[in-house]
């Protein structure tokens, strides 16, 4: 035979509830506005504590437990080599673009300045034909001078 014992709960020791015929605890209409289920209660209260200070990073991190650890191998392979990739090719572009501006500067610049002079004796060269042509102009008698054969050398 199991004989039962009743342990007293804190909360209830200070007010002991009244048995009633055939020793059966019955609650009034009255007392069920008091009772509330305090497990579903603090369940609630502690997850959404435990949700407000956890992070997003923390909340994907704890999703890496449900990908299998071959695909997370296959996805992190993938990833590094894109990134080892990605940082090759932005390096050698680097590299790439400081030879041909530094190669453009040291070629280009003096090619331009010599460009430059070029076209500045071909202008002043067109100014003295046009200039030349104004005089023949002007004195329409006059005979064109004769250039001289020079001596070759």
Known sequence: ?????????EHFSTEKP?????????VSDD??????????????????AELD?????????????MIPPSARRTVNNSVSSLTSFTKASLSFSGKA??????????????WAL????????????????MIKGANEMLTPGAEPEKKEAQPTL
């Not at 010599?114 to 003295?128: D, G, L, V």
Request: aromatic share 8%; hydrophobic share 30%; no cysteine.
């Open 53 to 65: 200070e956890e992070s997003f990073y923390e909340r994907l991190s704890a999703l890496k437990d």
């Open 114 to 129: 010599a460009y430059a002079e070029e076209e500045q004796y071909i202008q002043m060269e067109r100014e003295q034909g």
């Open 31 to 48: 007392e069920d506005e008091d009772y509330s289920d305090t497990d579903s209660e603090i369940s609630e209260t502690e997850e959404d």
């Open 18 to 26: 009244q048995p009633s015929k055939n020793d059966a605890l019955l």
């Open 97 to 110: 673009l400081w030879i041909i501006s530094t190669s453009a500067f040291l070629i280009g610049v003096p």
């Open 1 to 9: 035979m199991v004989k039962l014992h009743e342990v007293e709960d």
